[in-house]
């Protein structure tokens, strides 16, 4: 048993690092990109910002790398409380990396049509549109609505099992359905880009996130809840 909380604890420590860094990478990914795409000349303004383009897309590539990979390292702890809700974790976080990683493609050709176009002298509006939409729709459903969809089941599993205190997690699923919610205005055409006042909704969501990653380095889950395995085989040796 001692062997198996020193693992949990491991675990802990790595899965908070990713979070900080997913959390950072994405924060940092926004504030390179700027205003680059606000505009209606978001296409010069791409061609003529490749730099912060190219670093955007790098952070977010880091920030979707982070995130995908807390789900695996959380999926053995979360399975012993609820192995459908873990293994919705990992789905969610999956589509989530998707969309993200098709938001960073669409930025990716962007740059090159806009370079191309630019140079030609004629940029291609309704292709530019079209990519700015790929951006936009996915930002809206990958990184806010499956973002959102994945950290509501992480931190229902985390209040059930007590793996943590349960204000924290249920400050994160509070905090899960504003970002859902913030995702779905963005679906329904409300301005929610940089600037906008819908931001104030992800704020509370990336706050847990960083007191969740801090309490996993500095406590590590609840050691009477993490030894907790529901699995047949000890459900049975417990009633015999």
């Known amino acids: 048993m001692d062997r198996r909380v020193d693992s949990d ?3 802990a420590i790595v899965a908070g690092a990713l979070f900080i860094v997913a959390t950072v990478a994405s924060i940092l990914g926004s ?3 700027g205003s680059v795409l606000d505009g209606s000349g ?7 910002s490749e730099s912060q383009v190219i670093g955007a897309v790098l952070l977010f590539l880091i920030a979707a790398s982070a995130a995908f990979a807390t789900a695996f390292v959380l999926f053995p702890i979360l399975r012993r409380h609820s192995e459908g809700l873990a293994a919705g974790y990992v789905g969610f976080r999956g589509f989530e990396n998707v969309f993200y990683v098709a938001g960073v493609i669409g930025l990716l050709i962007m740059l090159t049509v806009s370079q191309n176009s630019v140079a ?6 309704v292709l530019g549109v079209a990519l ?3 951006h936009d729709w996915s930002v809206a459903i990958g990184t806010l609505i499956f973002a959102g969809l994945g950290s509501m089941t992480l931190n ?3 209040y059930q099992s007590g ?6 997690s249920l400050w994160g699923i509070i905090g899960a359905v504003l970002l859902v919610s913030y995702g779905l205005f963005g679906l329904f055409g409300v301005d929610t880009g940089l600037g906008s006042p819908f931001m104030l909704l992800a704020m509370p969501i990336a706050l847990q996130e960083m007191v969740f990653a801090g309490w996993l380095i500095a406590k590590g889950f609840n050691r ?3 030894q907790l395995d529901k699995s047949p085989a000890q459900r049975v040796e417990v009633m015999s």
């Open 42 to 48: 978001y296409l010069i303004n791409v061609a003529a």
């Open 31 to 33: 504030v390179a990109l």
């Open 163 to 168: 793996l943590v205190p349960r204000w924290l």
């Open 9 to 11: 604890r491991k675990t």
């Open 120 to 125: 030609g002298g004629s940029p291609d509006p």
């Open 132 to 134: 700015l939409a790929l």
């Open 224 to 226: 009477p809840a993490v």
């Open 156 to 158: 229902s599993v985390l």
